[in-house]
């Protein structure tokens, strides 16, 4: 029912910006709590952030709060994650995530319903 598409990683120097963006398919898709998710070489996937799709409360990794920011325009079914600051430890493939419930997103990362491919965020030294 709903399809998930990443863009915008890329190589980036420590202290600049990057902004992901997540294209979705589906006529559900502003129903659907929205999430990010990262995966660095060796390591699980760990959540990073989220966005609620009734009243667009977000959750955040809270060593990422304050550098990264997600945010959803429902009317072009995209989710973004606009990251500053970042740094060599920022380097991972980042996931897209949608789920009906924004609590699946934050606490169990098994239960989520749909799963983007992901995009190679590079942060150099």
């Known amino acids: 029912q709903v399809q998930l598409v990443e863009s915008g990683g890329g190589l980036v120097q420590a202290g600049g910006s990057l902004r992901l963006s997540c294209a979705a398919s589906?006529?559900?898709?502003?129903?659907?709590?929205m999430g990010w998710f990262r995966q660095a070489p060796g390591k699980e996937r760990e959540f990073v952030a989220a966005?609620?799709?009734?009243?667009?409360?977000?959750y955040y990794l809270e060593s990422l709060k304050g550098r990264f920011t997600i945010s959803r325009d429902n009317a072009k079914n995209t989710v973004y994650l606009q990251m500053n600051s970042l740094k060599p430890e920022d380097t991972a493939v980042y996931y897209c995530?949608?789920?009906?419930?924004?609590?699946?997103?934050?606490?169990?990362?098994?239960?989520?319903?749909?799963w983007g491919t992901g995009t190679l965020v590079t942060v150099s030294s």
């Open positions: 589906g006529r559900s898709f502003s129903t659907y709590a």
């Open positions: 966005i609620q799709w009734s009243d667009l409360n977000t």
């Open positions: 995530a949608a789920d009906p419930s924004i609590s699946v997103i934050v606490r169990n990362r098994d239960g989520i319903d749909y």
